[in-house]
């Protein structure tokens, strides 16, 4: 498979990539922490091209980025309030909600009762995401590799396994988002990254 990159500031950029997902291929394109990999949210052969590329293992979720908080509902089921106010502080944002999963999720996306969701702080990505609804996304990366904070990353890793790359430069953070699971009585993180553990409880509290 031949690998293209095309700059996210390019016309082609959006028509390209969307033609690429109603395909069932995968993209990868820059969030607003490390470059993702992603596919359709509710196509099972999609998600199984990510584990294949990313060589990862099947029995790890693939968290959704979402577009706006208003489309929580159609991934998500009977969300916490808890969820709501972090996702009123935080988000968009380095923040990745775990919430109760809606049963439409395919079992690929996520063999758990659970799914992780998330509205980045990108422009063009949220662009992206109004137009093609949920997306499955992880770092652009082989598993257990440093995730790519640029599209020449990408290349340099997956090459050859997916046929679109939008270049959105270089992000010099690299942080991924913090991990907040809100399934339970009280959040609990799963991952401290971008959004630490303390501005979260103050959150909650207030």
């Known amino acids: 498979m031949q690998t293209k990159t095309i700059p996210i500031s390019s016309s082609d950029a959006l028509p ?12 990868a394109f820059p969030t607003d922490t490390v470059y993702g990999i992603g ?12 584990y294949a590329a990313k060589e990862r293992p099947p029995d790890k979720a693939l968290p959704i980025l979402l577009a706006d ?3 929580f509902e159609k991934v998500a089921a009977n969300i916490p309030e808890m969820a709501r106010i972090l996702a009123e502080a935080f988000l968009p944002g380095a923040l990745t909600l775990i919430l109760p999963k809606h049963p439409d999720i395919p079992e690929a ?8 969701v998330r509205i980045p ?9 109004r137009a093609t609804g949920p997306m499955a996304v992880t770092s652009a990366n082989i598993s257990g590799k440093d995730s790519p904070i640029s599209a020449a990353e990408v290349y340099n890793q997956l090459n050859g396994r997916l ?6 430069g ?6 991924p988002s913090t991990v907040a699971d809100c399934t339970e009585e009280e959040v609990k993180i799963l991952r401290e ?14």
């Open 16 to 27: 390209v990539a969307l033609k690429s997902l109603l395909k069932g291929e995968l993209i």
């Open 39 to 50: 596919t359709l949210a509710f196509n099972a052969t999609g998600a199984a091209k990510i």
């Open 69 to 71: 908080s208003e489309d």
């Open 109 to 116: 996306i996520s063999s758990l009762e659970t799914v992780g």
């Open 121 to 129: 702080d990108h422009e063009f990505t949220r662009t992206l995401l």
């Open 163 to 168: 046929p679109l790359i939008l270049d959105g």
């Open 170 to 175: 270089i992000f010099k953070n690299g942080v």
């Open 193 to 206: 990254g971008s959004i630490s553990k303390s501005a979260i409880l103050k959150s909650l509290a207030r």
